[in-house]
């Protein structure tokens, strides 16, 4: 009965310490959004590049660790991995929303897919830009979703010397975007070295 009601404690603690990890990238986020896009993509770009300096360094001081179990060490790179794949997808589209040329353009395909998650929904748009015609697909909110397909002129940015880098603008899913990409950014970092803060916190709390 001991046993079963620490492991209730410690589960409950695990969950009280992630939903408020939840709710601090939540509030980074909205004041980066209050703060202007602009802050909010250098914040982005640099917790990209602290992301890969981090990876690496990790990577590097547990080599040898992994020299015994190969497959522990492709199943972590490949985590890694396909969570710094997230960062292609907001960084050009906070890129061409902050400083790319705005244009109409027209929806021109809807689309839904169920996932484990619950429902995606998928944009198909063309624009002209340089006497050439452009389409592109984009997951959208279902506002805009719902929204474009009654009137399907839309909102379309991109980049000037590249227009074949478009982004359909939906601000309100831009900005759950980078909620995700902090929430993914800032706890791959945590979890790598979670040893390392519990022993610094514990250090701290003998000290005290």
């Not at 990790?58 to 497959?71: C, D, G, I, P």
């Not at 589209?93 to 400083?99: H, I, N, Y």
């Not at 959208?140 to 982004?167: D, H, M, R, T």
């Not at 603008?169 to 979890?191: A, Q």
């Amino acid at each position: 009965m001991t046993s079963f009601k620490y492991y209730a404690a410690e589960k409950l603690k695990k969950a009280f310490w992630l939903g408020l990890f939840v709710l601090i990238t939540w509030i980074i986020n909205y004041v980066l959004w209050l703060a202007g896009e602009t802050f909010v993509l250098f914040f982005v770009l640099f917790l990209v590049f602290v992301k890969l300096v981090a990876i690496s360094l990790y990577l590097f001081q547990a080599r040898n660790k992994f020299e015994k179990r190969v497959s522990l060490f492709v199943a972590l790179a490949l985590f890694l991995f396909t969570a710094l794949l997230f960062d292609f997808v907001v960084v050009p589209d906070l890129w061409t929303d902050k400083f790319g040329i705005s244009t109409e353009g027209t929806a021109i395909d809807f689309q839904m897919h169920q996932t484990m998650r619950g429902k995606r929904y998928f944009i198909t748009y063309e624009f002209n830009a340089n006497e050439a015609t452009y389409t592109d697909s984009q997951s959208v909110n279902i506002s805009l979703y719902e929204k474009l397909k009654l009137s399907p002129s839309a909102q379309i940015k991109y980049l000037s010397g590249y227009p074949n880098i478009s982004y359909l603008h939906d601000e309100e899913y831009l900005k759950m975007s980078t909620w995700l990409n902090l929430l993914l950014g800032i706890g791959i970092i945590f979890l790598l070295y979670l040893d390392k803060i519990e022993n610094g916190v514990d250090e701290i709390g003998k000290v005290a």
